[in-house]
């Protein structure tokens, strides 16, 4: 089983970080929360960091863990880790997505999910439910 981080970035406005998988990629043209494979001993905060780094060129900083969701995609299976984070800097520039956006948590449902992502949104989605009049 593959152990993947994902980070569900917010930033001041209260929109959250998404990010469209590139052509050629699993799950090519869906959306997921960014992150990546963590590494031998490496926390999960800690890949995120590292990752975020990396493939959009900002900072974060993991504030709360969210939750785990174990899926099979087949061919493989992966065990997603999903963090909250706050953006602490930078400027989105794009390696390994073909596509970015900051979205509001009830915007989150027009999009189509990696399936591994798809509980997190539905999370999501119920406290935005919680919270509105």
Request: aromatic share 10%; glycine share 8%.
């Amino acid at each position: 089983m593959i152990e993947v981080a994902a980070a569900i970035i917010e930033n001041d406005q209260g929109k959250i970080l998404i990010a469209r998988r590139g052509p050629g990629k699993p799950q090519a043209r869906l959306w997921e929360f960014p992150g990546g494979k963590l590494e031998a001993g490496e926390s999960a905060a800690d890949c995120l960091r590292r990752e975020l780094a990396e493939e959009m060129a900002i900072e974060i900083e993991p504030t709360e863990w969210f939750g785990v969701n174990e899926h099979d995609y087949g061919t493989f299976r992966i065990r997603l880790i999903a963090y909250r984070a706050a953006f602490a800097g930078g400027e989105v520039r794009l390696s390994d997505h073909d596509e970015y956006r900051w979205a509001a948590k009830r915007e989150l449902d027009q999009y189509e999910w990696a399936p591994a992502d798809v509980p997190f949104v539905r999370k999501l989605l119920a406290e935005g439910s919680m919270t509105s009049p």
